[in-house]
């Protein structure tokens, strides 16, 4: 998904003062799927940033290159 948008996803995430597992717990995930996503490693899964930008109360979409 790139690093620019794994840093818009921690970002949001530190701003809520929570962590990686209490963001994969929200939204049905494992933490694993939320470092990755943040890492900017995961492959794009619009599901995944959907769930992700209603849990944190942020729009994200992902960047074709």
Excluded at 17 to 39: D, H, P, R, W, Y
């Amino acid at each position: 998904i790139g690093r620019e948008l794994g840093l818009e996803i921690q970002q949001a995430r530190l701003a809520r003062k929570i962590t990686q597992k209490v963001l994969a717990n929200q939204i049905n995930e494992q933490a694993s799927v939320i470092q990755s996503f943040e890492n900017g490693t995961a492959i794009k899964n619009q599901t995944v940033l959907s769930k992700l930008g209603k849990a944190l109360g942020v729009r994200f979409t992902s960047k074709k290159k």
